[in-house]
């Protein structure tokens, strides 16, 4: 059985910072590329960050870009999501997500290019 599990996610002031972990059980994804997704109330789920399995690319959503930084720990098994100078607009819950395909150089800035998926972190940023 897999499991991806997110942690870090909490009730934080505009302008503060979060990071986020998603540990990864069950099984290896040292090649396999990883993402991030968030999904707030009413709203699709909508990406957010993706690393390859080497972690020497990274890919941002245009709203988190220069705030957010994706990285990855592949003997932890694990990759992060370091959230600065958040704003309201980043109240979601956040995913964690690996890839369906493996040893791929290609950002993966899709939902459904993913197949496993963690239960969630819910970030919540207070103006």
């Known amino acids: 059985q897999v499991y991806l599990v997110e942690s870090g996610g909490g009730l934080v002031q505009a302008g503060g910072s979060l990071r986020l972990s998603c540990a990864a059980s069950?099984?290896?994804?040292?090649?396999?590329?990883m993402g991030w997704f968030r999904q707030a109330p009413g709203r699709e789920r909508e990406f957010v960050a993706t690393?390859?399995?080497?972690?020497?690319?990274?890919g941002y959503a245009d709203s988190v870009k220069g705030r957010f930084t994706i990285s990855r720990d592949n003997a932890k098994n694990t990759v992060y999501l370091q959230m600065n100078s958040l704003k309201p607009e980043d109240t979601a819950v956040y995913y964690c997500?690996?890839?369906?395909?493996?040893?791929?150089?290609?950002?993966?800035?899709?939902?459904?290019?993913?197949?496993?998926w963690g239960q969630g972190t819910q970030v919540t940023v207070s103006s």
């Open positions: 997500a690996v890839d369906k395909g493996q040893w791929s150089s290609t950002l993966k800035m899709r939902g459904n290019e993913y197949y496993y």
């Open positions: 069950g099984r290896t994804f040292s090649g396999y590329a």
């Open positions: 690393i390859t399995w080497s972690g020497d690319n990274t």
